[in-house]
C-alpha cells in the first residue's frame, strides 16, 4: 500500500478559537481557514499541560507529562536546565520519530523544540529523537526551511515536523508595552465578555491572576507571576492592547503555515499527504482578567486540532461530539496514517478512526494537569481541582456557560455532577499512576448528601 506522507504543523500558545474559521472576529487568519475548509477540524482537543515544556513532552512521546518524574512546569526555566528529565530515561518506547524512521519513513524536523535543552532544535536533539535536522529557527526562517524540504525530491514518504513559535511571542507585551514597542492590529477588538474574574473563583485562581500565589522558589510561576502583578493594575485599554499583540502575532504564525501549505502544492502533493495542525497550549487572551497559560480555563488548555486528509475526504467537517487529547493522540494518529505499529502501551488513540467515521469506543472524558491541579473534561462538564495547601474545585457547565464565569462546585444542585467528575478523576489518576494526582484527590473535601 502506498503510504502517505504526514506534516504536523504546531504553533505555540494559540487557544482554539484564535482563528478566523473558529469564531475569531478581528483578524484573518487564510491558511488556519483553508485547513479548516479543506479538512476535519475537532472543536474539542485539549493539551495534556498547558505548558509549552509538559506539553511537548507528551507531543513526542504520546504520554502524559507526569509520567516524566511528575512533571508539572517548564523544567528549563530559570536555572533547572540540569535537573530536565531526559524523555529516553523514563519511557520504554521510541519516541514518534524513531518510530517512524524505523519503519521507512525520511523523518524530518524544523523550528522550535523545547523539550529537555534547547528552545529551538539542535543538530544533537535532531539525532537523539531520529530527526533530519532542518533549521532551529522558530519563525521565517524555519519556515522556509521546512518548505524547501517538502520541495525535495523524495525516494520514500517523509514525515515533517514543522514546529513554529507564533504567537508564544505575547510574552514579550510587558517590556513591549513599557517601552512603546508592542506590534498591534490596526482593530478594536474590545474586551472578552468573560474578561470578569469568576464567579466563586477559587484562591489558586485569584492567587494566579494577581501574581501572589504561593513563592517563586517552590511553585516556579515564571511568567505567570510577573505579567498577574503588572495585569491586576491594567486598564481597559491596556487589556485591549494585550488582545490586539495577541492577535499580530497570529498573523505571523498563520503567514508560516501558508508557507508550509504553498509548497505542498508546487510539489503536487495535496493528494498523497495528511497534515495535522495544532497547538501546544493557548493563552487566556483577557478571559477572566488573565494573561498567559497555566489554569484549566478554555482559553489556557483548550487548542485547534485540524486534519487534511489527501483527496480532500471530509473536507470541512465540524467534529464537536469526540474529545481529543493532543499530547496522548498524536503520536497513536500518525502511526496510524503511516501504517506504523503503535506501541501498546501508549494510553492515546489514533484520530483516523473519527475521520473515517468510527466512533467505537472512544474516550468520554480528557485530563489536563498543571503545577498544583488536574482537571478532567467531559463533552458538557469540566471538573478541576487545584491544589496549594489545601485543595479547592471548580465545576462548569460548558454547554450553559462556555465562559466558565459561575464555578458550581459548591451549588447543592450539581452534587451528583460534582461527585461523577470527582470519582472519574480519582479513578483516572489511580490507573495512571499520577502519584501527584492521587495525593491533590486526597486532599479533595467529600460534599454531604
Not at 95 to 118: F, M, N, R, V
Not at 274 to 281: A, G, L, P
Not at 423 to 429: A, F, G, Q, Y
Request: negative net charge.
Amino acid at each position: 500500500m502506498h503510504r502517505p506522507n504526514i506534516v504536523v504543523i504546531t504553533t505555540d500558545q494559540q487557544h482554539w478559537q484564535m482563528m478566523s474559521c473558529a469564531g475569531e472576529q478581528f483578524i484573518q487568519t487564510p491558511a488556519c481557514d483553508r485547513l479548516a475548509a479543506e479538512g476535519i477540524r475537532f472543536d474539542k482537543c485539549y493539551t495534556t499541560n498547558p505548558l509549552c515544556v509538559p506539553a511537548r513532552y507528551s507531543f513526542i512521546s504520546g504520554y502524559m507529562p507526569h509520567q516524566f518524574g511528575d512533571m508539572e512546569d517548564n523544567y528549563q526555566s530559570k536555572d533547572r536546565v540540569a535537573g530536565t528529565p531526559k524523555v529516553h530515561d523514563w519511557i520504554q518506547t521510541p519516541t514518534l520519530g524513531a518510530l517512524l524512521q524505523a519503519d521507512g519513513y525520511d523523518t524530518a524536523y524544523g523550528g522550535k523544540w523545547h523539550i529537555e535543552g534547547p528552545y529551538g532544535l539542535t543538530q544533537e536533539m535532531a539525532d537523539k529523537f531520529s530527526f533530519c535536522y532542518l533549521s532551529g529557527d522558530i519563525r521565517e526562517d524555519g519556515a522556509v526551511a521546512c518548505a524547501d524540504f517538502i520541495r525535495e525530491q523524495h525516494d520514500r514518504p517523509f514525515f515533517l515536523w514543522a514546529s513554529f513559535d507564533q504567537p508564544h511571542d505575547i510574552c514579550k507585551f510587558l517590556p513591549q508595552m513599557k517601552n512603546g514597542t508592542a506590534p498591534s492590529i490596526d482593530v478594536d477588538v474590545g474586551l472578552p465578555a468573560n474578561h470578569a474574574p469568576t464567579k466563586c473563583e477559587t484562591s489558586w485562581i485569584e492567587g494566579l491572576r494577581k501574581g501572589t500565589l504561593g513563592d517563586e522558589a517552590s511553585f516556579e510561576l515564571g511568567l505567570n507571576r510577573r505579567y498577574g502583578l503588572e495585569a491586576s493594575q491594567w486598564d481597559a485599554q491596556t487589556w485591549q492592547q494585550y488582545r490586539n499583540t495577541y492577535r499580530y502575532y497570529m498573523q505571523e504564525a498563520d503567514r508560516y503555515i501558508q508557507r508550509i501549505l504553498d509548497a505542498i502544492d508546487e510539489r503536487g502533493l495535496l493528494e498523497n499527504t495528511v497534515v495535522i495542525f495544532t497547538s501546544d497550549h493557548g493563552d487566556h487572551d483577557g478571559a477572566h482578567q488573565m494573561t498567559m497559560k497555566r489554569t484549566f480555563y478554555e482559553e489556557s488548555v483548550h487548542v485547534p486540532f485540524i486534519i487534511r486528509l489527501p483527496d480532500g475526504q471530509g473536507a470541512g467537517t465540524i467534529d464537536n461530539e469526540h474529545l481529543i487529547c493532543n499530547g496522548l493522540d498524536l503520536v497513536p494518529t500518525v502511526c496510524d496514517f503511516a501504517d506504523v505499529p503503535t506501541p501498546d502501551t501508549l494510553p492515546g488513540s489514533s484520530v483516523k478512526q473519527l475521520c473515517a467515521g468510527s466512533t467505537n469506543s472512544w474516550r468520554n472524558y480528557t485530563v489536563a494537569q498543571t503545577r498544583g491541579g488536574r482537571m478532567i473534561c467531559s463533552l458538557r462538564y469540566k471538573y478541576n481541582l487545584y491544589v496549594f495547601g489545601e485543595a479547592e474545585e471548580e465545576l462548569y457547565d460548558l454547554e450553559a456557560d462556555p465562559g466558565e464565569c459561575v464555578n458550581r462546585a459548591a451549588d447543592y444542585d450539581m452534587r451528583t455532577v460534582l461527585d461523577e467528575h470527582r470519582h472519574l478523576l480519582k479513578t483516572w489518576v489511580a490507573d495512571n499512576a499520577d502519584t501527584r494526582g492521587q495525593h491533590y484527590c486526597q486532599l479533595a473535601g467529600t460534599r454531604p448528601h
